[in-house]
Each structure stands twice: as C-alpha cells, then as structure tokens.
C-alpha cells in the first residue's frame, strides 16, 4: 500500500521579489566612526564604567582598558559600546 504524499509549494524568485513584506523600505544608514561619534565632547561629559549602572543608547562611557566610548545598542544586560579600537560587547546593570 502507498501513500500519497502531497507536494510543498515552492515560490519562483519572482513572487518573493514582488512580495512587501520581504523588502526594507528604508535603506541601511552607512555607520559612523569613532571620531564622528565623541568628537567635541568634553572629558567631564564621558562617565567612568560600571557593572552596576544601567546604560542608555548614545551614553558616553570611560572604561579603563578601552577608553572612551558611546552605546550603540543597549539591551537589559547588555550594551554594544563603539571604542576607538572598534565594537565591544559589555554587561550592565548587574546587581
């Protein structure tokens, strides 16, 4: 005895092309560098790195190995932070 099995639909690149859902409709912003970020900001303006304190997207943080930065993207524990050497991943808001 067999079984009949039915086919899976598959879509030609033409219909997912077409579909509004699949495309952004706002092109990806080029990213800026370190100096366009923290330039012109005073050193009082830039707070020394904490685990313990919670960061908002765009703070300007002192950490004592990577220098000056700014919060790119701030999560409930973790922040990315653009340093002068490049992207780091940090904690935050620990307890």
């Known amino acids: ?13 033409r219909q997912r092309d ?3 859902g699949l495309t952004s409709a706002k092109p990806a912003e080029p990213e800026k560098s370190w100096d366009e970020l923290v330039a012109g900001q005073a050193d009082d303006v830039f707070q020394p790195f904490s685990l313990k304190t919670r960061y908002a997207k765009g703070a300007f943080l002192a950490h004592p190995t990577f220098g000056k930065g700014i919060v790119l993207n701030a999560g409930p524990t973790v922040i990315e932070v653009m340093f002068k050497d490049g992207k780091k991943k940090l904690a935050h808001g620990m307890p």
């Open 1 to 13: 005895m067999s079984i009949k099995r039915t086919r899976q639909r598959t879509y030609s690149p």
């Open 18 to 20: 077409h579909d509004p």
